[in-house]
């Protein structure tokens, strides 16, 4: 399901159904049928729950302004961060 929630949040945020000239309607009307295809032999109801994820992924998804950072992340500085957790 995990994966269904990125696939909605992805095309939410993404620019391609735009450059490609994609409805929102078009998109769900496709997914929903390769959820039937992948899914339909389990069931009705667990290709609604599937696709219910998919949409709460691509409805929920908000941007998050962050402050500036106080000085450009170099390789190196990031490098640090990053294996700190494993020196200790």
Same mark, same amino acid.
């Given at each position: ?8 949040? %992805? %095309?939410?945020? &993404? /620019?391609? =159904? $735009? ?6 309607? $078009? %998109?769900?009307?496709?997914? %929903? ?15 609604? &729950? ?17 402050? /500036? =950072? /106080?000085? /450009? ?12 957790? &494993?020196?200790?």
């Amino acid at each position: 399901m995990q994966g269904n929630a990125f696939l909605g949040a %992805f %095309f939410a945020v &993404s /620019p391609m =159904l $735009q450059e490609f000239g994609i409805t929102q309607e $078009q %998109f769900r009307d496709v997914v %929903f049928k390769q959820y039937v295809k992948k899914f339909g032999k389990l069931g009705d109801a667990v290709v609604q &729950s599937n696709m219910e994820v998919m949409l709460q992924g691509f409805e929920r998804v908000k941007e998050i302004t962050i402050a /500036p =950072l /106080p000085r /450009p992340i170099t390789p190196a500085f990031a490098a640090r961060l990053c294996c700190r957790s &494993s020196r200790q």
